[in-house]
């Protein structure tokens, strides 16, 4: 089982940046798609973007497009989320996850246990 382990969250004022890394246990991560979901307090646990194992296709969720891009190594079996002019609107827990398949639903085969990202105005 792969084992996913977010980093790099944190406060930040309105405007500014993160950049969240995942890193990932195994070398079989360079075959999977990654994706990086988002859960606010009192809502549910939402999509914001995947790759594809190479790293050649990227998709995103029409709130973060343009502000957030998520890129991987596979040579450090690491994926990341760079977020750029946060609103505090994206305020949540980030999670990353793992699967055959890049997909806007959950349905990833392993998962992080997420990292907290605050924004505030």
């Known amino acids: 089982q792969v084992q996913l382990v977010e980093s790099g969250g944190g406060l930040v004022q309105a405007g500014g940046s993160l950049r969240l890394s995942c890193a990932a246990s195994?070398?079989?991560?360079?075959?999977?798609?990654m994706g990086w979901f988002r859960q606010a307090p009192g809502k549910e646990r939402e999509f914001v973007a995947t790759?594809?194992?190479?790293?050649?296709?990227?998709y995103y969720a029409d709130s973060v497009k343009g502000r957030f891009t998520i890129s991987r190594d596979n040579a450090k079996t690491t994926v990341y989320l760079q977020m750029n002019s946060l609103k505090p609107e994206d305020t949540a827990v980030y999670y990353c996850?793992?699967?055959?398949?890049?997909?806007?639903?959950?349905?990833?085969?392993?998962w992080g246990q997420g990292t907290q990202v605050t924004v505030s105005s």
């Open positions: 790759i594809t194992w190479s790293g050649g296709r990227t």
């Open positions: 996850a793992g699967g055959r398949m890049p997909t806007m639903t959950p349905a990833y085969a392993y």
């Open positions: 195994a070398l079989t991560f360079k075959n999977d798609a």
